[in-house]
């Protein structure tokens, strides 16, 4: 049979309060970073990107920070609503020839809570 | 535009038959992408397409898997002969620009295999 798969951290919020989500990554010579919010039944949906030579990015109540000398990279979505409730993916990309080679992150499920 | 279309949304199918997954990109694109997601390793490129030419098929896992894209509106994933280890849910992508960072995911097919 298959093999028990690997449970996904969870992050719970409550309605109208920041969230804050976390990625370590692990290729230093990755030059684009996104965000995907993933919800149930469907497939990832583009959030926002980073490029390496920048630090912070904002939109509409999200903004992605990268901090290069710890390979991290964080999600913050303001005033937190129930409808963000999905699993959020980090993503890595290289530069070049390599541009199109995405590496996900395992992903993390966030509930909000009303 | 209605996104990128695939079907069947759930397939099953008995171990040692013929599965085919199907695509039709975002009208314009240049570049499509076959993905596949467990829970075990997330989500995973199986192959890369650009001006319907396979440029990357490194990550598809074995000769049981074919992939073929006729023309720029449609592609094909095909597993023959199925597995129960192959049951995942797989996505197709496309991209105006051929950067996995711009790629817009379909809804995804749910197959499983007893």
């Known amino acids: 049979g298959e093999s028990v798969g690997l449970h996904l951290p969870t992050l719970s919020v409550q309605e109208g309060d920041n969230s804050i989500i976390n990625c370590a990554y692990s290729?230093?010579?990755?030059?684009?970073f996104i965000w995907y919010k993933q919800e149930s039944g469907k497939g990832p949906q583009f959030i926002i990107d980073?490029?390496?030579?920048?630090d912070k990015r904002q939109g509409q109540r999200v903004t992605v920070l990268l901090n290069k000398t710890v390979k991290h990279l964080s999600l913050q979505i303001a005033a937190t609503q129930p409808g963000d409730s999905a699993v959020y993916f980090c993503a890595e990309t290289g530069s070049g020839a390599g541009s199109y080679q995405l590496t996900f992150g395992k992903g993390t499920k966030l509930s909000v809570i009303p | 535009d209605a996104g990128v279309i695939q079907s069947p949304r759930h397939e099953v199918t008995e171990m040692g038959q013929e599965v085919t997954l199907r695509c039709k990109p975002i009208?314009?694109?240049?570049?499509l992408f076959w993905y596949r997601q467990t829970m075990m390793r997330g989500l995973e490129l199986l192959i890369y397409?650009?001006?319907?030419?396979?440029?990357?098929d490194s990550g598809m896992p074995e000769d049981r898997f074919s992939a073929k894209m006729p023309n720029a509106s449609f592609s094909t994933l095909k597993i023959q002969p199925s597995e129960p280890r192959d049951s995942a849910v797989y996505f197709c992508?496309?991209?105006?620009?051929?950067?996995?960072?711009?790629?817009?995911f379909g809804q995804g097919t749910r197959l499983t295999v007893v």
């Open positions: 290729n230093s010579a990755s030059d684009y």
């Open positions: 009208s314009g694109h240049n570049s």
């Open positions: 980073i490029r390496s030579n920048m």
């Open positions: 992508a496309s991209s105006q620009t051929g950067w996995g960072t711009e790629a817009f």
């Open positions: 397409f650009n001006n319907n030419v396979p440029i990357d």
